[in-house]
Structure formats: C-alpha cells, structure tokens
C-alpha cells in the first residue's frame, strides 16, 4: 500500500512538473506570438503566407493595406492572381521551385492594386518546412519599389535631357560661330559695293535671313535649362520700345505707346526679355500688312489678384504690358495650343516663338495671358514682377536707350543702304583674341577694311604676353578684344584681369554670342569697357571701338 501510495506521489509530481514546464512553454509561446504580432504588424515589408497551392492562409497588415484589400478578402485567395501578365511566367516558375525542391526565390515583379494601381514589388520566397523536411508552406516577402522606379526613371530622364540640351546649345554655339564668318563678310561686301545698286538689295536680303537664322539660335539656348541669370532693374518703356524698333523697321507697321509716368520698374534678364518681346511683335507684324500695334501698361498691385486665380504669380505687385496688335486673330481652336512648342499656323514657321516667350517670362517670375478675336485683333498681356525696394547697384539700362518716339512710323519697305563707314585718320593697333581661326580671319579683315592695325592670337594666356610685349616696347595697343569662353585655355574674363594689372587703363572689350553670360549683361563689373555680340556686324564693329576709344579715361 506504501509502496502504491509513493509510486502515485511520485506522478503527481511528474504532472504537476510536466504542467509547469508547459506553462513555462505556453508563456514562452505567448510571448514569442506577441512579439511576431507586433513585428509583422509595423513592419513595412509585405509578408504573406501560402500555402501548398499557393493560397493566401493569412498577411500582414502591410501587405493588406498596399494591395488596398482587406484580410478577409484576400483570405484562400491564389498569390499571383494580380501578376502583371508579362511577368506571370517569372512569377509562377519562382513559386513552382521554392514549392517542389525548398529553394529561396527571388523575382521583381508587377502586381495590380484593387484600385487598379500597379506597384513593383521585389519579393522572394522562403519555404517553410515540416519536422520531416518537406514544403508545408511558403513565406513570400515583398518590398515595394516603385517609388524608387519612379525616381530612377526620372533621373533617367533628367540626364537625356541634360544630355540633349547641351547637344543643342553645343550645335548653337557652332551655328554661331558660322553665322559671324558670314555677316562679317556680308557686311564688308557691302561697304566695298557700295549702297546703291543691284547687288547690295541682294545682300540686304541675306542680312534679314541671317537675322532670322541669329533669332534662331536665341530661340535654341532659350529651350535649353539654364541657370539663373542675372537681373536687372529696367524702366519697362525703354527697353520695350528698343525691341520694337528693330522688329517694325521695314514695314508698313507702326507702334504707338501709353505709358503712365508713375509706372514702376522690374527686374529682368535684359536680353531674355527684349528677346520676347521681338517673339511676340514679329508674330503681330507677321499677322497684318499694315496698321499700329498698340502698347500699354500698368501697375497692378497683389489685391487685384484675388479676382484672378488662374494666374500662376506668387504674392507681390506686378507690372502688366499689354500688346494689341489688328492681325487677323487667331481662332477659337488653335488658342488653347498657342504656346505648344512648334505649334503653328503659318506656313514655314517654326512654331517656338510664344513657347520661348512663356519660358523666358516664367524665369524671371512673370506669365503671359492671350486673348484674341478673329478679325479683330490679338492682346497680349505680360506680368511681371514689380521691383522692390531701393535700386540695385546695377544702373538702369533707361539712361542707355534712347527712346524710341510713339509717334515715329517707318513707312518704307526696305531697310536703309548701309553708307560707307568712315576709316579712322591714323592706324590703331587692335589685339584680337580668339580660339576659332575663322572667326579671327573675317574679324581681321573686317577690322583691316576699317583701317585697324590687328594683332591676333588664340588664348587669354598669348593675349597677355603679347600685350606685355607691346607694352614694354612702348607700342601699346590701343583695344583688346577677347572671347570671354575658350575650352581648354584661359578665356577672356580671366585674362582681363593680368592685363589690367599690366596697365589699369588698358581698354577691353568682351566679345561672345552666349548673350546670358554674366559678362554679356554686366561687363564693369568683370574689368571690361563694353562688350561686342557675335555675329559681329561692320558699322557696330566701329562704333563700339571708336566708343571706347574716345571714352575718357578712367
């Protein structure tokens, strides 16, 4: 009976030891499912459980939420049924092998959304084996890329552009050089031919499609992404009255202004902005046959804007230029589609006129809006931000154009004969510097035709020992004219600097057909006395020369 009793003790102590090490396990297991629970629930990684077929048994919070499906809906459903068909094939040979042979797979696929969204998913499958080894289910982990496909598509796309804007702007800038050879002789056949026969109303003809092809170019580095330039405060009737001018000479148009006097000033890209406003009056002038093309403007402070939303401008006061020309108008179909790019309705057109317009106005924080009415007339209307504050160091550019009177019309339908440019009394002694060798025989012909001494040379670097020389010799030249950009060498704006130092009253001029770059728009403050656009043309050849010649000295 004691011995039964003791054989019974020693079970139930058995049990009740059994019991705690299940109770320990049971709390252990607890907390193991807790700490599953938490980590599936606020992972972002999408995990699902499959089973032998490939079912759905259960998902994490994740993958429910991105697939925009609830649990209970996804619940025994088949995995790969929202597979992108093209990558059905993928998905189902990777599923197939982690399935029959237990190997991890990973594959990058496209699965549809419940909204009808498609994500990219990088997903791989882990089999989950039973005590005996074999596939009992399978553990398919995902992490969604599409964002980053996104990212890297535009990046993609980003560096094509890059790479095609400067295949343009380089292309451009050949285009240029190429455009300087031809006006530079042009323009010297026309001095030698004298104005006043057949072949200089030939020549004229070539000057106005060269302008065109230099319009062109402008247009070419207008569509390219550009830093941004340096502004200017400008007094808007000036500046719009000097584009004007050289759009309407030789035609049968003329403009008339309505300025207030209290108009205020506006910080623009100079020659980005005369560029437009040549864009949008060549359009007017092209659209009639004769008549006025009216200007008018206005200050418009912020408060007015609360009336237009439809006009992208920040807060701020602006300045409005409204441009009304008596053009046939443009229909109510092609209006929406004006500023397209090639987008037009003239035959032979290139279409980037307004686009380029829109894109240079934008820069510099403005918009432009058009209204127009068959057989009425256009209107053009242009906001631009309205100066702020005290003005800039940078001087106006109204004391150096000289207005256009609103009364002048140019009636006659060629443009004047080029009169012979008078030679200057005594030789000056020009270096000239530049890296194109056609570029430094048209030049030095030209100035040879004018009655200039030329030196030349290819590099900032052999512009500054020639100087030298000349100074220590005491045959000083009278002008250096340099090329501000030189690949592979020392351009004319580092230049400047050595040869001022040489003589601080050395005269410089700058030179360059990039008409943005930062020298173009401000030269004092790089050391230089005026600066020259390329192509270069005969009669503004001399006058900058002779300017600086005269001018006195610092």
């Known amino acids: 009976m004691e011995i039964e009793m003791q054989r019974l003790q020693e079970e139930v102590a058995g049990c009740r030891a059994s019991l705690d090490e299940w109770s320990r396990a049971e709390v252990e297991w607890s907390q193991q499912r807790r700490l599953f629970q938490i980590m599936t629930e606020n992972v972002s ?320 924080g403005g918009t432009i809006l058009l209204d127009s009415t068959p057989g009425v007339g256009t209107t053009i209307s242009l906001y631009l931000p309205a100066s702020i504050g005290v003005a800039s160091a940078t001087a106006s550019i109204s004391s150096m154009v000289k207005p256009v009177p609103a009364t002048t019309a140019v009636s006659h339908s060629h443009p004047p004969a080029t009169a012979s440019i008078p030679k200057p009394a005594h030789k000056r002694r020009i270096l000239l510097m530049d890296d194109e060798q056609m570029i430094l025989d048209i030049v030095s012909r030209m100035l040879g035709h004018l009655g200039y001494e030329v030196t030349t040379c290819t590099d900032g670097s052999q512009a500054i020992a020639a100087f030298a020389k000349s100074k220590s010799q005491s045959e000083p030249f009278d002008i250096v004219m340099m090329d501000l950009v030189i690949p592979n060498g020392v351009g004319g704006q580092d230049a400047v600097h050595t040869i001022k130092k040489i003589d601080p009253g050395a005269r410089v001029i700058a030179s360059s057909g990039h008409l943005e770059h930062p020298v173009m728009l401000d030269h004092s403050k790089f050391g230089f006395n005026a600066v020259l656009e390329k192509p270069y043309k005969l009669e503004k050849l001399q006058q900058v020369i002779e300017a600086v010649i005269n001018a006195p000295a610092a």
């Open 45 to 364: 990684d999408l995990i699902v459980l499959l089973d032998h077929q490939g079912h759905r048994t259960w998902s994490n919070p994740a993958y429910s939420h991105h697939m925009g499906y609830s649990p209970e809906e996804l619940l025994g459903t088949y995995a790969l049924a929202e597979v992108h068909p093209e990558d059905q094939g993928r998905a189902t040979e990777a599923l197939g092998l982690t399935l029959e042979q237990g190997t991890n797979q990973q594959v990058e696929i496209r699965m549809q959304r419940k909204d009808g969204a498609w994500v990219h998913l990088q997903t791989e499958s882990i089999a989950v084996l039973d005590p005996e080894g074999r596939v009992e289910s399978v553990l398919l982990m995902a992490v969604d890329l599409t964002e980053s496909k996104k990212m890297s598509e535009a990046l993609a796309l980003a560096s094509t552009q890059a790479t095609a804007a400067a295949m343009v702007e380089g292309m451009a800038r050949d285009f240029d050089q190429i455009l300087t050879t031809v006006v530079g002789n042009l323009t010297i056949a026309k001095n030698l031919n004298g104005p006043h026969n057949a072949i200089a109303v030939r020549l004229n003809e070539m000057e106005r499609a060269l302008q065109r092809a230099r319009d062109l170019i402008e247009q070419m580095f207008s569509i390219t992404p550009e830093q941004s330039q340096p502004k200017v405060r400008v007094a808007l009737e000036p500046i719009v009255q000097e584009a004007v001018a050289t759009v309407l000479r030789g035609t049968m148009i003329r403009a008339e202004y309505l300025f207030p006097r209290n108009l205020a000033e506006i910080d623009v890209d100079q020659e980005a902005f005369s560029h437009a406003i040549r864009n949008i009056v060549t359009n007017s002038v092209q659209a009639m046959d004769k008549g006025v093309v009216r200007f008018s403007a206005e200050n418009i402070p912020h408060s007015q804007f609360t009336y237009r939303p439809d006009l992208p401008l920040k807060a701020g006061d602006y300045v409005c230029l409204h441009i009304q020309d008596q053009g046939h108008g443009i229909s109510e179909k092609a209006l929406p589609r004006v500023f397209e790019p090639y987008f037009t309705t003239r035959s032979g057109s290139q279409g980037l006129g307004l686009t380029t317009a829109l894109a240079s106005i934008q820069r510099m």
